[in-house]
């Protein structure tokens, strides 16, 4: 037995010594030690022979209703990739606020009303001000005159935004509660990512299943006393959700519980006004394919299709790796094609929904949770 340990790998493939310096880690991926030394990065290749189905569209019209591109792309360029790829809808959730937000909503919303839609976001380094809710709520109007769909919350809430005080602002703040049921009332979804993964809660070691993605991002890393536990967090945003019936909570990331299916089911069960999106917990989802497959097909009026990507990024597309996992019956597959696993160092496998519930993911429950009638998409 040679094999003792895994870790970050060589960013050239020069010999590194765990034992000289433990402070340079090397860049990212996978490596092989013997005691101290990595003798090579290490990739193995399965001698499996499965099917691989390149999907190349989604079976039904998409929405990705989790997405962020930057201003810098040209909305003709996202629509031909949409095209492409069979995405009806694209939601970029990096709206922003203020004089952002309507440059935003005059390049893509204007562009292809009902193709690009764009949610807002909060200032909340506003908190402490006395006129902080009546101004966002002033910004929800106007901006849904204006065609925004959404307000989407950041992970920030919660776990990293300190008021005056210094403590951290919880998301069950009274302070916001105005600008939650201005949702409800204005029939904009919140799509609300809170907490994060299992793993970023605990330490940076070698029993952590997410241990070179931490090397690469440190700083992704709530574990410790200055943050609140995961628990704490879901805690209040449950809170948020049960208090504000009248609104719809869209839990990015299955609802932070990608990791517990079981535990997000309960709180499906619990909250009518609760429905969650599959972005980027693909490599979650395809690891217990079983449990998955269950989930999804038993609460598929409450998941919606997401990616945390953009149709068209070069660098990272994502769809057609979705579209894989959900339809096709493929076996230990990559859930990603960097040089690198985005989060965990394990494969997938294919979760082969019925359509009745893969047309429900990527198309109706988007239609329902933003208001968009049949009609709409004949018209366009
Ligand atoms: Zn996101």
């Known amino acids: 037995m040679i094999i003792l340990a895994i870790g970050a790998c060589l960013g050239g493939g020069a010999a590194w010594s765990l034992g000289q310096d433990r402070d340079q880690d090397p860049p990212m991926g996978q490596a092989i030690f013997v005691g101290d030394t990595v003798l090579k990065p ?32 040209e909305p003709a360029a996202l629509l031909k990739a949409m095209d492409d790829l069979g995405v009806e809808r694209a939601v970029n959730l990096s709206g922003g606020f203020g004089p952002q937000l309507e440059r935003m909503l005059a390049r893509y919303h204007t562009a292809a009303p009902g193709r690009l839609v764009i949610f807002g976001n909060v200032d909340f380094s506003r908190i402490d001000e006395p006129t902080f809710a009546a101004d966002a709520v002033a910004m929800l109007e106007r901006g849904k005159a204006q065609g925004m769909a959404g307000l989407k919350i950041f992970k920030n809430l919660g776990l990293t935004i300190k008021d005056r005080s210094g403590r951290v602002v919880p998301i069950d703040d009274p302070r916001i509660d105005p600008i939650w049921a201005a949702c409800g009332r204005l029939g904009l979804p919140v799509l609300i990512h809170s907490a994060d993964p299992v793993a970023f809660f605990a330490p940076i070691d070698e029993r952590n299943e997410r241990w070179l993605q931490l090397k690469r991002h440190p700083d992704w890393s709530f574990f410790g006393p200055a943050f609140p536990s995961r628990d704490d967090v879901l805690a209040q945003r449950d809170r948020v959700i049960a208090k504000h019936r009248g609104t719809t909570f869209i839990g990015a990331h299955l609802g ?37 497959r269950r989930f999804l097909v038993k609460w598929q009026d409450r998941v919606l299709f997401g990616t945390d990507r953009y149709p068209g990024r070069a660098d990272q597309p994502r769809h057609r790796l979705y579209y894989r996992l959900l339809e096709t019956d493929d076996e230990y597959f990559r859930y990603y094609d960097h040089p690198f696993p985005p989060t965990g160092e394990w494969r997938v496998y ?18 329902r949770v933003l208001g968009w009638r049949v009609r709409d998409r004949a018209v366009r």
């Open 42 to 73: 290490y990739d193995p290749v399965p001698s499996l022979v499965t099917t691989a189905t390149d999907v190349r569209r989604a079976k039904f019209p998409a929405t990705d209703i989790h997405a962020h591109w930057p201003a810098s792309v």
């Open 256 to 292: 932070d519980n990608a990791e517990d299916l079981a535990a997000l089911e309960a709180r499906l069960a619990r909250y009518p006004n609760f429905v969650v999106d599959l972005s980027a917990r693909e490599a979650e989802l395809g690891r217990q394919p079983y449990t998955a």
């Open 350 to 367: 294919g979760l082969h929904l019925p359509d009745a519930a893969l047309r429900k993911i990527y198309q109706s429950n988007a239609d």
